[in-house]
């Protein structure tokens, strides 16, 4: 290195505690992990009228438990209905429990430039599934399910990451609600 680089590297007074900062976080954060849940019981899980339907909360951050990776809920869309329309920069999975339909899925089109300009396709992409199917959503994907039966209930598991959430990603839209959605004031 030479003398220059090195004094550039060496200069500066400021003056911090990160590190042992760090330290003390870490153990502290030991201690609150202890007393997380590791097993939430069913009659814990609490439901939610949101503008994406009814859903039941499995793991949520809110929910105290040692996953903090990870949202997951179950989501109940009655015969002949759909849910409401939304996005998130994170990718989602669905896993079908019961019944039949489909999504309609507006993949995003983007160009990363000066600044990032998103877009979605205008016409969506039907996805069929079905009892026992596994259903991928690409990131950022303008999504929203249908029960295709007019009678029996469709009910489902999604997955979505918090990992985009913690790293500055938290982009989340509703874009439609579910119909009969009426917000509590």
């Known amino acids: ?15 911090s505690s990160f590190y042992k900062d760090s330290l003390a976080k870490s153990a502290e954060f030991r201690k609150t992990y202890a007393a997380q849940k ?3 019981k069913a009659a814990e899980m609490p439901w939610e009228d949101s503008p994406q339907g009814r859903i039941k909360h499995m793991v949520n951050e809110e929910l105290n438990t040692k996953e903090y990776c990870l949202d997951i809920y179950q989501q109940v869309i009655e ?9 998130h920069l994170s990718e989602e999975v669905l896993y079908i429990l019961e019944g039949k339909g489909y999504d309609l899925h507006w993949d995003v089109a983007f160009d990363c430039g000066d600044t990032y300009v998103w877009d979605w396709h205008k016409e969506p992409q039907k996805v069929e599934w079905e009892e026992g199917d596994f ?3 690409p990131p950022y994907t303008a999504h929203q399910h249908f029960n295709a039966d007019g009678e029996k209930p469709v009910r489902f598991v999604s ?7 913690a790293m500055g990603f938290d982009w989340f839209d509703q874009l439609e609600n579910a119909p009969g959605y009426k917000e509590e004031k």
């Open 159 to 165: 997955v979505t990451s918090r990992i985009i959430k």
């Open 79 to 87: 015969g002949g209905e759909c849910s409401g329309k939304h996005r």
């Open 1 to 15: 290195m030479d003398r220059e680089e090195a004094a550039r590297a060496l200069s500066g007074q400021e003056k």
């Open 38 to 40: 590791t097993v939430v």
């Open 135 to 137: 259903v991928y959503i």
